[in-house]
């Protein structure tokens, strides 16, 4: 995934003195110099909303690191890069693919750091990166290879809450790395905004029943109904797909999801669900 753009120093010749090519940006580095970038790089997947993507990290020997977060960590190797300035590198979960969040790594070369003389901090003694695993004994494994491997700082110890039982461990540049059990992130989020997101996502005669509204008209067909035991994604495309026409199937989709509990709407990946809603929207499109 090597980023095909073109960089052009600043006060040099550049793509933006031709004709109908924009100007490139310029971005300043804290000590006053400037550096200029043109990309002809645009993806074709984004964020269709605003998303928590990434931490940032500047590193002493990025083959160390990433070896270091793959051994330490669920993450895994994404991407490697290499311009005029050094080396880069994206560290992701390679179950996350639909909502990534990537550890991004730099390392620049001598006389390179467009940042310079201003240091690169580490993370610590409090300031961190957290990863909370699902059981209390994965960060006994995770300590006991840490202590192994000359790197665990703290723990493991129970913490009062909402921390949990934890450790920190330390990545070969100093950053500190905790590992939690049972801080209660997941849990605190379902219960503030789950239902209200639910309730935000639900069509509009479902958010005035019983106000006199007109009741919603379900499909004739019995063949393309949506059974309520039919409660993930996959399942119901493989109804949609067999069914003889997708647009009654995306009506049940929806009236589901609003009359659906919401301790389940909470587990629901709804980037997922709405790229799925698109899809049977197509279907429903291309077979009437």
Known sequence: MRHRSRRVLAGTTSLAD????????????????????????????????????????????????????????????LSRTEDPQGYGAWLADPDEPDSPFVLVLAQFFEGKDP???????????????????????????????ARESGCLELGPMQMPDPIGYICFLKDPDGNTVEFSFDQGVYEKARDIWAERRRTRQKPEWARHAGRGAPARTRSARPEASLPLICRTIPEWRQAALAAPSPLPMLHELL????ISDPAWIALVDHDTLERQVANLAQLAGAGG
């Open 255 to 258: 009236g589901s999801l609003a």
């Open 115 to 145: 940042f310079a003389p201003a240091r690169h901090a580490t993370l610590g003694p409090f300031a961190h990166i957290g990863i909370e695993v699902p059981k209390k004994e994965t960060v006994d494994e995770i300590a006991a290879l």
């Open 18 to 77: 031709h004709p109908g090519v924009p100007a490139a940006p310029v971005i300043r580095a804290p000590g006053g110099g400037s550096h200029e970038f043109e990309t002809n790089r645009f993806t074709n997947i984004r964020p269709t909303r605003p998303r928590w993507t990434h931490l940032a990290l500047c590193v002493k020997d990025i083959d160390a690191t990433i070896a270091w977060y793959e051994k330490h960590t669920h993450l895994s190797l």
